[in-house]
């Protein structure tokens, strides 16, 4: 049988760039977290019934007992988790999804927007391999020194210039040097990254609203090529022949 | 010795705790966090005569102490439940509830009449869904209406007949004694509410139906109220539904004369959420020295 909700101990939570927090959390005994790149947890920092659901976020990272995550400030349910302070406790479900296709071959090409950089140092350290990062952001980078970690190359974009290019990530992406591509972020960029792609293998990372996390309420499907499909359960990695079907 | 076991027309629940319909699917993912046998019984996911993919647009959206839905019944039709979710449902060694939507009284009555020939225990007819013949107007909302499509369902079932009420009914005790007139033999209540929510950047409607459903503890209050007056009006057995999210709930809408009760979006903050109800039932029950719940049964 799988756990349920459990309670996880706060170790930090910093406010790594504006609105964008680092949260690192143990469970109390002394267990590992478990979990694939690309598989989300649900988190509640609430006891009482308002929020009333839990937040999905993807795993960032796993590092020994301790599991982080990479989230952004939007509404209710990230604002109290940006609230807590080492020593609170939070209830975690999961790890939930399918995760990255980590058995892969050829050149390999991560793309994220903002915070759809989430998911992605866990995925370069699983993969182990010649990784090129190319990551996007809106006016201020973050996460750059622990990508260079694990990565040959790093490009960066910012649409104030602030770093990098001036503009989109996906003006200097070079998709004639890779054969596999990893991307998370805004959806127009994914389906530009997808567009810019044909024929080459798309995994991209997808986000909907949630309600169980596990396949139960069917709140979070998207159309696919191959029929509805739930984000929680059979995603939220989807190939993006999958998603990006027109009839 | 408690003994939590309920007896509702004829079919034995272990316990009074019911996983409601839509928000359980067919018992799969659950059963990975813990053995299905322990529930008194499981409502389906709504089943319709043919497959559904249900709506577009946004599907859920939360709101103060709930949620609103708008999933549009997607599901596997009655033969799809019956070749690929009967099967597992049937080794749980759970009470298995089938409920049944439809936009038309020939729609619900085939239906039903496909469900006759099956190993499900029950069948739980969910009147609110809006009836296309009778110009959008929904079977749950007219006490009239509904007497007719349960009469005609009533006449094919061969199974027990649970009618699932709307709280958006004109009248819900009308309604309840119209139903039960029409040979209901329980009846379930609530469904969700009518409700909505708008987005003020975009100014439009969150949802593409522009009305959704509610549900949540939010509506606990109402269908509490609405388990006691209709508990009051009616002589069959009452399932009673509606933010129940732990043991006390539960108790309350007992004691306003439910007999079993049925947790809803409550799996959705906690999968194993039934479980510590069902614990938490039987704990009071020692607690207050209650041997059997037919003694708080109704009792306000
Ligand atoms: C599989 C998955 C992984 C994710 N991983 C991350 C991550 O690693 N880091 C990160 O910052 N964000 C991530 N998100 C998005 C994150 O879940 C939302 O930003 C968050 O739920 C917003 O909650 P809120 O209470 O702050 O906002 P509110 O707007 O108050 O939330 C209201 C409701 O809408 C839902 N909601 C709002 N925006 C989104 C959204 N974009 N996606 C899904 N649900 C939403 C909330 O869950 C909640 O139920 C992920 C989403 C999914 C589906
Ligand atoms: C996502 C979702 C899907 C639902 N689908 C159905 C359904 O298919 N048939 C039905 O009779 N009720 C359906 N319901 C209503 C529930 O069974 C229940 O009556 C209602 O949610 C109130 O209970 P709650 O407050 O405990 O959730 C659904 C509710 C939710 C939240
Ligand atoms: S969130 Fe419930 S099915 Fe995906």
Redesign the pocket.
């Given at each position: 049988m799988k756990a349920g909700y459990r309670k996880a101990i706060v170790n930090t939570n910093a406010e790594i760039a504006s609105n964008i927090f680092e949260i690192k959390l143990s469970y109390p005994k002394d267990e590992n977290f478990q979990g694939q790149p690309g598989q989300?947890y649900m988190l509640k920092a609430w006891e009482a019934l308002d929020?009333f659901?839990p937040?999905?976020?993807?795993i960032?990272n796993i590092v020994g007992d301790t599991i982080t995550?990479?989230?952004?400030?939007?509404?209710?349910?990230?604002?109290f988790i940006s609230k807590l302070h080492p020593g609170h406790t939070l209830e975690l479900l999961g790890p939930l999804?399918n995760g990255f296709d980590l058995n892969i071959e050829g050149n390999i090409a991560i793309i994220s927007g903002g915070?759809g950089i989430?998911?992605m140092i866990y995925l370069m350290k699983s993969l182990n391999k010649k990784v090129d990062f190319y990551c996007g952001f809106r006016d201020e980078a973050y996460y750059i020194d622990e990508i260079k970690g694990y990565v040959d190359s790093v490009f960066v974009s910012t649409e104030n210039g602030s770093l990098g290019h001036k503009g989109f990530i996906t003006d200097i992406f070079t998709p004639e040097k890779y054969d596999v591509i990893f991307t998370c972020g805004p959806l127009a960029m994914m389906e530009k990254v997808w567009s810019m792609c044909k024929g080459k293998k798309v995994y991209m990372?997808m986000?909907?609203?949630?309600a169980c996390g596990i396949g139960a309420c069917l709140g979070?499907t998207i159309k696919t090529r191959y029929g509805i499909k739930r984000?929680?359960k059979e995603g939220?990695v989807f190939s993006g022949e999958e998603v990006f079907f027109y009839d | 010795m408690i003994e939590t076991k309920v007896n509702i027309c004829e079919v034995e629940f272990k316990n009074p705790v019911i996983a409601a319909s839509g928000t359980f699917g067919f018992g799969r993912e659950y059963s990975e966090y813990f053995p299905l046998s322990r529930l008194g019984g499981i409502s389906t996911k709504g089943l319709t005569l043919e497959k559904r993919e249900g709506n577009e647009g946004i599907r859920i959206?939360?709101t103060t102490g709930g949620l609103l839905n708008s999933i549009g019944l997607q599901n596997p039709g009655i033969e799809g439940f019956i070749r690929e979710e009967l099967p597992f449902l049937e080794k749980q060694d759970t009470v298995i509830i089938a409920n049944v939507g439809g936009s038309t009284i020939e729609d619900y009555v085939k239906a039903v009449e496909k469900l006759n020939e099956t190993s499900i225990d029950m069948i739980e007819l969910n009147i609110s869904c809006p009836n296309v013949k009778e110009g959008g107007m929904a079977f749950g909302i007219k006490a009239e209406t509904a007497f007719e499509v349960v009469s005609q369902v009533r006449k094919a079932c061969k199974k027990p007949l649970i009618v699932k009420l709307s709280p958006n009914a004109e009248n819900i005790v009308n309604m309840a004694k119209s139903c039960v007139m029409a040979g209901a033999d329980a009846l379930s209540l609530v469904n969700t509410f009518s409700a909505m929510a708008i987005d003020i950047k975009s100014r439009k409607p969150v949802f593409d139906n522009i009305i959704a459903g509610l549900s949540g503890p939010c509506i606990k209050p109402i269908a509490l109220r609405m388990v006691y007056e209709v508990s009051r009006a009616v002589d069959v057995p009452i399932v009673g539904i509606g933010g129940i999210t732990n043991y006390k709930d539960a108790i309350e809408f007992i004691m306003a004369g439910a007999w079993a009760i049925q947790v809803g979006s409550g799996n959705f903050i906690n999968p194993n959420i039934s479980i510590e109800i069902i614990e938490g039932i039987e704990k009071f029950m020692l607690d207050e020295g209650i041997k059997n719940l037919e003694e708080i049964r109704g009792i306000i």
């Amino acid at each position: 049988m799988k756990a349920g909700y459990r309670k996880a101990i706060v170790n930090t939570n910093a406010e790594i760039a504006s609105n964008i927090f680092e949260i690192k959390l143990s469970y109390p005994k002394d267990e590992n977290f478990q979990g694939q790149p690309g598989q989300f947890y649900m988190l509640k920092a609430w006891e009482a019934l308002d929020p009333f659901l839990p937040r999905p976020l993807s795993i960032s990272n796993i590092v020994g007992d301790t599991i982080t995550f990479l989230y952004e400030v939007k509404g209710r349910g990230t604002q109290f988790i940006s609230k807590l302070h080492p020593g609170h406790t939070l209830e975690l479900l999961g790890p939930l999804g399918n995760g990255f296709d980590l058995n892969i071959e050829g050149n390999i090409a991560i793309i994220s927007g903002g915070i759809g950089i989430a998911p992605m140092i866990y995925l370069m350290k699983s993969l182990n391999k010649k990784v090129d990062f190319y990551c996007g952001f809106r006016d201020e980078a973050y996460y750059i020194d622990e990508i260079k970690g694990y990565v040959d190359s790093v490009f960066v974009s910012t649409e104030n210039g602030s770093l990098g290019h001036k503009g989109f990530i996906t003006d200097i992406f070079t998709p004639e040097k890779y054969d596999v591509i990893f991307t998370c972020g805004p959806l127009a960029m994914m389906e530009k990254v997808w567009s810019m792609c044909k024929g080459k293998k798309v995994y991209m990372s997808m986000e909907n609203r949630m309600a169980c996390g596990i396949g139960a309420c069917l709140g979070c499907t998207i159309k696919t090529r191959y029929g509805i499909k739930r984000v929680c359960k059979e995603g939220p990695v989807f190939s993006g022949e999958e998603v990006f079907f027109y009839d | 010795m408690i003994e939590t076991k309920v007896n509702i027309c004829e079919v034995e629940f272990k316990n009074p705790v019911i996983a409601a319909s839509g928000t359980f699917g067919f018992g799969r993912e659950y059963s990975e966090y813990f053995p299905l046998s322990r529930l008194g019984g499981i409502s389906t996911k709504g089943l319709t005569l043919e497959k559904r993919e249900g709506n577009e647009g946004i599907r859920i959206y939360e709101t103060t102490g709930g949620l609103l839905n708008s999933i549009g019944l997607q599901n596997p039709g009655i033969e799809g439940f019956i070749r690929e979710e009967l099967p597992f449902l049937e080794k749980q060694d759970t009470v298995i509830i089938a409920n049944v939507g439809g936009s038309t009284i020939e729609d619900y009555v085939k239906a039903v009449e496909k469900l006759n020939e099956t190993s499900i225990d029950m069948i739980e007819l969910n009147i609110s869904c809006p009836n296309v013949k009778e110009g959008g107007m929904a079977f749950g909302i007219k006490a009239e209406t509904a007497f007719e499509v349960v009469s005609q369902v009533r006449k094919a079932c061969k199974k027990p007949l649970i009618v699932k009420l709307s709280p958006n009914a004109e009248n819900i005790v009308n309604m309840a004694k119209s139903c039960v007139m029409a040979g209901a033999d329980a009846l379930s209540l609530v469904n969700t509410f009518s409700a909505m929510a708008i987005d003020i950047k975009s100014r439009k409607p969150v949802f593409d139906n522009i009305i959704a459903g509610l549900s949540g503890p939010c509506i606990k209050p109402i269908a509490l109220r609405m388990v006691y007056e209709v508990s009051r009006a009616v002589d069959v057995p009452i399932v009673g539904i509606g933010g129940i999210t732990n043991y006390k709930d539960a108790i309350e809408f007992i004691m306003a004369g439910a007999w079993a009760i049925q947790v809803g979006s409550g799996n959705f903050i906690n999968p194993n959420i039934s479980i510590e109800i069902i614990e938490g039932i039987e704990k009071f029950m020692l607690d207050e020295g209650i041997k059997n719940l037919e003694e708080i049964r109704g009792i306000i």
